[in-house]
C-alpha cells in the first residue's frame, strides 16, 4: 500500500470518526434541548417572580418607613394647626425626595381627606368621595396584615400611568385616625423585567391580574389594563382565582411553549413564553453539524492564511512604528527649543544658539562687520495683567505680542527668554544698525497702541533696549539688556535704549 493510499483511508478514517461523534452529539443534545430550555424558562420565570415580590416589598417598606415618622400621627391629631401641617408636608416631600419613581406619597384622615402630599397641590382634597369605595379601602386596611393594604398595579387616575398603589391605616390609641399611601410608577420594574436574559429571541413575557384576567404587563402596550384573550390563560385564572399559593406549571401551544408562576400573595400570573421552533431548533442539528466539519477544514486554511498575512501586517506595523518613534524623537526634539504658547523660539533655543560648542568654542564666531543686534522687549506690569484679568486674557496677552513682533520681525529670530519678556536677534550690517532701530520702534508703537483682547480693550506699555555686539557674543546679551531696561523703565515715545557692547 503507497502512502497516498495510505493517506487518503487514514483521512477517510478521521472523517467517519468525527461524524460519528458529531451524529452522537446530535442526539446527546437534541434529547437535553427540551429539558434545558424549560428548565431555563422555569429560572427566568421565577427570577423575574421574585424581582416583582422584591419590587412590592421595598414599596411596602418604604410606605412602613414613612409611617413612623412622628409627624404622621401629629398631623392626625391636629389636621387643623398650620405649624404641624408645614412640617408634616414639608417631611413629606423630603421623604419623596429619597424613593425613585414615586407618584405620590400622602397622609389623609379616615375619610381620605388628603392632609399632606408629593404634589401639594393636591392637598384639601377627598380621594374616595363614594360611600361605599371608602368602606371597602377601609375594610381592606383593617382586614390586612399589619393594616398594609396592596391595591396592586393599576392604571392611576391621576396620571394616567400605570403605578404600584398601597394603603396603610394608622392605628393610634386603637382606633384608625387615618391612612398613609403610596402610588410608585411601574416603568422601571418592567424595563427590570425586559432586560432580563432570555433563551430565544423570540420570548416574551407578560402578567396578568388573575381576578379580573386583565394584563399588567404585556409585550404588546396596547393590551396593558384589557383583558387577556389567550385561552390557556383564562383556563389558568380560573384554576387559581381563590388560591392564594404560589404555583409554577407550563403549558404548550401549537407554535409555542410557556412556563409560568402565580404569585398567590398578589394575585398576579407571570407568563414567560418561546417559539417552539426557537426552543427546539436542535432538532435540525444533525445536518448542521455535519456541514459544520467540512466547514471547520475551510476555516482552518482560511485561518493559516489569515495567520501569514497577519505576520507580514505585524512586520509592516513594526517598521512604521519605528518610522513614526523616530519623528515623535525629533518633535519632542523641536519641542525643548520652542514656546508652546507664542509659537516663537524658547530661552534654551537662544542659550543653544548663543552658547558654547561641545568643544567650548562660541558657536557665533566674532563678526565685527557684520554683528548682532539684539532687541529685548518686556511687558511692564505684566503680573498685574494677570491679577486684574485673569491667566487667560495674560496668555492672550503673551501670544498677541508676538504677533505684532512677527509683522516687524522673521519669526525665527524671535525668542521668548521670560514670562514677559522677548528677545529679537538680528545680524546686519553696521549701517543698518539705525534701520533695526527703527523696526524695533515701529515694533514699539504697535505694541503700546490699545488693542482689543478677549473682548477687553487694553493698552499695555512695554520697557525696550537694544545691543549691539559683534565680538564675544554669548548669552550673557540678556543680563545686558536687562540691566538696561531696569534702569530706563518703559520706553518713552516708542524708542528703546540702545548700548554698543563693543565700544562700551
Not at 337 to 365: E, H, Q, Y
Amino acid at each position: 500500500m503507497d502512502k497516498k493510499t495510505r493517506r487518503i483511508i487514514s483521512t477517510l478514517a478521521v472523517v467517519a470518526v468525527i461524524i460519528l461523534l458529531t451524529v452522537f452529539m446530535v442526539i446527546r443534545t437534541s434529547d437535553k434541548t427540551r429539558e434545558n430550555a424549560i428548565s431555563h424558562m422555569k429560572s427566568i420565570a421565577q427570577e423575574q417572580s421574585v424581582m416583582i415580590k422584591n419590587y412590592v416589598d421595598n414599596a411596602e417598606q418604604t410606605l412602613n418607613a414613612f409611617r413612623t415618622a412622628s409627624e404622621v400621627e401629629n398631623v392626625l391629631k391636629n389636621p387643623d394647626n398650620v405649624g404641624i401641617s408645614a412640617s408634616a408636608q414639608k417631611y413629606t416631600e423630603d421623604f419623596s425626595a429619597t424613593v425613585s419613581d414615586p407618584e405620590g406619597i400622602w397622609i389623609g384622615d379616615w375619610k381620605t381627606h388628603v392632609l399632606t402630599h408629593t404634589n401639594s397641590g393636591v392637598v384639601g382634597i377627598t380621594t374616595r368621595t363614594d360611600p361605599d369605595s371608602l368602606k371597602q379601602l377601609q375594610d381592606s386596611m383593617l382586614n390586612a396584615p399589619d393594616n398594609l393594604y396592596n391595591a396592586g398595579i393599576i392604571i392611576s387616575p391621576a396620571s394616567g400611568k400605570q403605578i404600584l398603589s398601597m394603603y396603610k391605616a394608622v392605628i393610634i390609641d386603637g382606633n384608625p385616625e387615618g391612612l398613609v399611601g403610596f402610588g410608585i410608577f411601574t416603568e422601571n420594574l418592567a424595563s427590570a423585567l425586559n432586560t432580563m436574559e432570555f433563551n430565544t429571541a423570540g420570548t416574551t413575557f407578560s402578567m396578568v391580574n388573575v381576578k379580573d384576567k386583565k394584563y399588567i404587563f404585556c409585550d404588546n402596550p396596547e393590551m396593558v389594563g384589557e383583558e387577556t384573550t389567550d385561552a390557556d390563560i383564562i383556563d389558568i385564572c380560573n384554576q387559581y382565582a381563590d388560591t392564594s399559593e404560589s404555583i409554577t406549571g407550563s403549558f404548550e401551544g401549537k407554535k409555542d411553549i410557556s412556563f409560568y408562576s402565580y404569585m398567590g400573595d398578589t394575585g398576579w400570573l407571570l407568563v414567560v413564553t418561546s417559539p417552539s421552533s426557537e426552543v427546539f431548533e436542535f432538532s435540525r442539528s444533525i445536518n448542521i453539524n455535519i456541514i459544520s466539519f467540512c466547514t471547520v477544514c475551510i476555516i482552518l486554511m482560511i485561518i493559516f492564511n489569515v495567520i501569514s498575512i497577519k505576520q507580514e501586517q505585524t512586520l509592516q506595523k513594526l517598521e512604521a512604528s519605528k518610522k513614526k518613534q523616530a519623528s515623535i524623537t525629533k518633535n519632542l526634539h523641536l519641542a525643548t527649543l520652542k514656546d508652546i504658547l507664542t509659537d516663537v523660539n524658547n530661552r534654551i533655543s537662544f542659550i543653544n544658539d548663543f552658547s558654547k560648542d561641545k568643544d567650548g568654542n562660541p558657536k557665533v564666531a566674532d563678526c565685527p562687520e557684520t554683528p548682532y543686534c539684539f532687541a529685548m522687549f518686556n511687558i511692564s506690569k505684566f503680573s498685574q495683567v494677570n491679577i486684574t484679568y485673569g491667566h487667560d486674557i495674560g496668555d492672550m496677552v503673551l501670544a498677541t505680542t508676538a504677533d505684532i513682533l512677527k509683522k516687524h520681525f522673521d519669526a525665527e529670530s524671535i525668542y521668548r527668554t521670560g514670562s514677559d519678556e522677548f528677545v529679537v536677534a538680528v545680524q546686519s550690517p553696521n549701517m543698518n544698525t539705525s534701520g533695526f532701530q527703527l523696526q524695533v520702534n515701529h515694533a514699539l508703537a504697535e505694541l503700546q497702541s490699545p488693542r482689543e483682547i478677549g473682548n477687553i480693550r487694553l493698552t499695555l506699555f512695554y520697557s525696550s533696549a537694544i545691543v549691539k555686539k559683534g565680538v564675544s557674543i554669548s548669552p550673557a546679551v540678556l543680563i545686558t539688556l536687562k540691566d538696561l531696561i531696569n534702569k530706563n523703565g518703559s520706553a518713552i515715545n516708542n524708542s528703546a535704549t540702545f548700548l554698543d557692547m563693543d565700544f562700551a
